[in-house]
Structures are given as C-alpha cells and as structure tokens.
C-alpha cells in the first residue's frame, strides 16, 4: 500500500508537517519495500482551495493512507471519497518516526469532524 505523509523536508529524518494542504513535501512511501518519494506540493503557496487540489493531488498518487496533522475540512470530504484512511501524527516527530508509529497502531485514525 502506499503511504503518503505531509513533511517539511525530503528525506525520512524530516519533521511531519501538520498542515495537509500548505504542507511543502509530501513523502510517499511504499509499504512493502520502504522505498520513498519525497515531492514538493505544487499547491503549497497558493492562494485559496488549497487543500482540495492536494487531495486531489495524493489520489493521483494511488495513496491508500495519508499521515498528517490536520486536514481541513473540504479537503477531508476529497479524501474520504476516495477512500483514503486518515491518521493523525501530532507529535512533532519525523516521518520515520510517525511510520513506525502507523506500523505499531499508535497513530490515531482521523474521524470526520
């Protein structure tokens, strides 16, 4: 399955960005092998209705799951149309650390607000 975590930076060791749509990279990660791409969000700095065009952005991306710290709630609806499960990682940790976590069922589910 693939993974998709908003982060600020590129690599694994980079901090989990809390933002969804304003996040600056997102890190996709296959389950199976580890393996990962760090893309930078095209939508980033956009002006408005940000969080819909990156949803938009990971289903192209074949996401199954998505990390994060909050999704707003236009971007939400996007994402649970798709069928993509939402976690929460508020930690302040890495990437890595918050992959680790999904894998341990310590990341909590994101429930529609």
Do not use: D, W
């Amino acid at each position: 399955m693939r993974i998709c975590i908003t982060s600020q930076g590129e690599t694994l060791e980079a901090p989990v960005e809390e933002r969804f749509g304003r996040a600056p990279y997102f890190i996709f990660v296959e389950s199976e092998t580890g393996s990962f791409e760090a893309i930078e969000n095209p939508f980033a700095r956009g002006a408005g209705g940000v969080g819909p065009k990156a949803a938009q952005f990971i289903i192209n991306h074949n996401v199954g799951i998505l990390i994060s710290g909050m999704v707003g709630g236009n971007a939400r609806e996007v994402l649970e149309a798709a069928g993509i499960a939402m976690f929460t990682s508020r930690s302040a940790g890495t990437v890595k650390a918050a992959l680790e976590q999904l894998k341990g069922n310590i990341l909590e589910r994101s429930e529609q607000q």
